[in-house]
């Protein structure tokens, strides 16, 4: 499975990003897939993610109202879009195949590179 992660930039608080993954490797109609974060010094978290075959989401609370994933089966792609964004979102946003978990723990069999995401207040 390779997965690669686009779209990270340098945003205002209040801004919107949209983080793009490009998966491929295998078929994916049984798998979950989604994205995680990690800032600095802490460790890494699960923000949402989603079933390729039904399109079920499912979302952190510190993101839910403001993040949405979707998926496009004909691109292989999965992307995370990012409204009203924190300074505390800042972090390297990872794509993830294979996500299980509830709660307070997820983990996943897949990571791509990651893309950092960086909000100034």
């Known amino acids: 499975v390779q997965l690669q992660a686009s779209g990270g930039g340098l945003v205002q608080a209040g801004g919107s990003l949209r983080l793009s993954c490009a998966a491929s490797?295998?078929?994916?109609?049984?798998?979950?897939l989604g994205w995680f974060r990690q800032a600095p010094g802490k460790g890494r978290e699960f923000v949402a993610r989603i079933n390729w075959s039904g399109g079920t989401t499912y979302y952190a609370d510190s993101v839910k109202g403001r993040f949405t994933i979707s998926r496009d089966k004909a691109k292989n792609t999965v992307d995370l879009q990012l409204n009203s964004l924190k300074p505390e979102d800042t972090a390297v946003y990872y794509c993830?195949?294979?996500?299980?978990?509830?709660?307070?723990?997820?983990?996943?069999?897949?990571w791509g590179q990651g893309t950092q995401v960086t909000v100034s207040s």
């Open positions: 993830a195949v294979d996500v299980r978990g509830f709660g307070s723990t997820w983990f996943a069999a897949h």
């Open positions: 490797g295998r078929t994916f109609n049984n798998y979950v």
